[in-house]
T-cell receptor, first 113, second 115 residues
Framework: KNQVEQSPQSLIILEGKNCTLQCNYTVSPFSNLRWYKQDTGRGPVSLTIMTFSENTKSNGRYTATLDADTKQSSLHITASQLSDSASYICVVTPLGGSYIPTFGRGTSLIVHP | NAGVMQNPRHLVRRRGQEARLRCSPMKGHSHVYWYRQLPEEGLKFMVYLQKENIIDESGMPKERFSAEFPKEGPSILRIQQVVRGDSAAYFC?????????????FGPGTRLTVL
């Protein structure tokens, strides 16, 4: 069964600090791995996407890394801002079939001033 | 170019009533996906549709739930005889095609509360 596990479940940091969120998956073979940001009461918004051949992808202060051998990904947030408070979701799409993605439960990040 | 539209944003139903959730994909997108998100849970895939076709409904409960995406108009997720366990946020996403690299753009969701 395809699974995506994220850690930590929740995280509180001070504004300006960096943080790293983790994602482990069992989806194989996989087509791509995405990180989404979901603000409270909103739909998810894509931050980064990586195929199995990519190791890292940046989007402003967000940098995602991928190790396809160990099936792990991380999302690093630099110089956090209050607006970074949200749920961050790791999503893995399998290769083949209907390409239906599997979503992690997300990491809830709270940035305090 | 408007994003994915969903309505209503909030829907309250009593047990036994029907709930109809609508989704208008982004302009030019012909693929629609419905997901359900329970409190403290990740999004769970329900159904994947193209215009006038259901491609994958493996995540859809066998009873009471149905979905359609007609040639004209929005996609509809219909829940008949709702029960309290149907209370959740229902998200719709659309993509331009089915490719392996396709990005799904999400709507704001419909929050269904069953009393």
């Amino acid at each position: 069964k395809n699974q995506v596990e994220q850690s930590p479940q929740s995280l509180i940091i001070l504004e300006g600090k960096n943080c790293t969120l983790q994602c482990n998956y069992t989806v194989s073979p996989f087509s791509n791995l995405r990180w989404y940001k979901q603000d409270t009461g909103r739909g998810p918004v894509s931050l980064t996407i990586m195929t199995f051949s990519e190791n890292t992808k940046s989007n402003g202060r967000y940098t995602a890394t991928l190790d396809a051998d160990t099936k792990q990904s991380s999302l690093h947030i630099t110089a956090s801002q209050l607006s970074d408070s949200a749920s961050y979701i790791c999503v893995v799409t399998p290769l083949g079939g209907s390409y239906i993605p599997t979503f992690g439960r997300g990491t809830s990040l709270i940035v305090h001033p | 170019n408007a994003g994915v539209m969903q309505n209503p944003r909030h829907l309250v139903r009593r047990r036994g009533q029907e709930a109809r959730l609508r989704c208008s994909p982004m302009k030019g997108h012909s693929h629609v996906y419905w997901y359900r998100q329970l409190p403290e849970e990740g999004l769970k895939f329900m159904v994947y549709l193209q215009k006038e076709n259901i491609i994958d409904e493996s995540g859809m409960p066998k009873e009471r739930f149905s979905a359609e995406f007609p040639k004209e108009g929005p996609s509809i997720l219909r829940i008949q005889q709702v029960v309290r366990g149907d209370s959740a946020a229902y998200f719709c996403a659309s993509s331009p095609d089915r490719g392996t690299y396709n990005e799904q753009f999400f709507g704001p969701g419909t929050r269904l509360t069953v009393l």
